[in-house]
């Protein structure tokens, strides 16, 4: 199983992006898919999460800018991230998670880049 992220880039403060991540190599759907993210010199932080029927979790400092989604015909799942940040620049990582057996299924990351 192979997650691939798509749509980093840079953005000015103020702007929007959306992520992608697809999935190939498998036909089964993840329980719960996500979005993590990891700044320099930071440790890897959850910034959004969506269970396979459609529940969501967020980060206190995405609330309200960023949205997830996920397409479970397509197994994908999508990051809309509105009203950027400059502390929101990071590598952002796509996250698939089978609860039974447990699997644990990361992406290489992409970057976002927010300048003031």
């Known amino acids: 199983v192979q997650l691939q992220a798509y749509g980093g880039g840079l953005v000015q403060a103020g702007g929007s992006l959306r992520l992608s991540c697809a999935v190939s190599g498998s036909t089964f759907n993840f329980n719960i898919m996500g979005w993590y993210r990891q700044a320099p010199g930071k440790q890897r932080e959850r910034v959004a999460t969506i269970s396979s029927g459609g529940s969501t979790h967020y980060a206190d400092s995405v609330k309200g800018r960023f949205t997830i989604s996920r397409d479970n015909d397509k197994n994908t799942v999508l990051l809309q991230m509105n009203s950027l940040k400059p502390e929101d620049t990071a590598v952002y990582y796509c996250?698939?998670?089978?609860?039974?057996?447990?699997?644990?299924?990361w992406g290489k990351g992409t970057l976002v880049t927010v300048s003031s």
């Open positions: 996250n698939g998670i089978i609860l039974g057996p447990y699997g644990d299924y």
